[in-house]
């Protein structure tokens, strides 16, 4: 199966950056559509940003974070600029052997998480 492995998360002041990395391995070999995700204490799990060939990116992050990815390391990144506190969240890594898509329950596999604290 699919397992991924998230790092790069940490402590930051707002209006500060950070990078994120997922590095994957397994699968088909296929091009998976590979998905951010955050969840904050008490809320649901949120949609950030996925990749496949065309990337889809939550209002609320447009502008401001960008992912991408190195097939031939087999790692995705999320690249957080201008962090303000309301970022703060555990960030998730997923992957689906299908299209885009912004649904968490479609995404089958799923990383530890990292933790993203922004103070102010």
């Known amino acids: 199966q699919v397992r991924l492995v998230e790092s790069g998360g940490g402590l930051v002041q707002a209006g500060g950056s950070l990078r994120l990395s997922c590095a994957a391995s397994?699968?088909?070999?296929?091009?998976?559509?590979m998905g951010w995700f955050r969840q904050a204490p008490g809320m649901e799990r949120e949609f950030v940003a996925a990749?496949?060939?065309?990337?889809s990116y939550a209002d609320s992050v447009k502008g401001r974070f960008t992912i991408s990815r190195d097939s031939a390391k087999n790692t995705v990144y999320l690249q957080m600029n201008d962090l303000n506190p309301e970022d703060t969240a555990l960030y998730f890594c997923?992957?689906?052997?299908?299209?885009?898509?912004?649904?968490?329950?479609?995404?089958?596999?799923w990383g530890q998480g990292t933790q993203v604290t922004v103070s102010s």
């Open positions: 997923a992957a689906r052997d299908s299209g885009l898509n912004a649904n968490s329950n479609e995404y089958p596999y």
């Open positions: 397994g699968g088909t070999g296929r091009t998976y559509t």
């Open positions: 990749i496949r060939w065309l990337i």
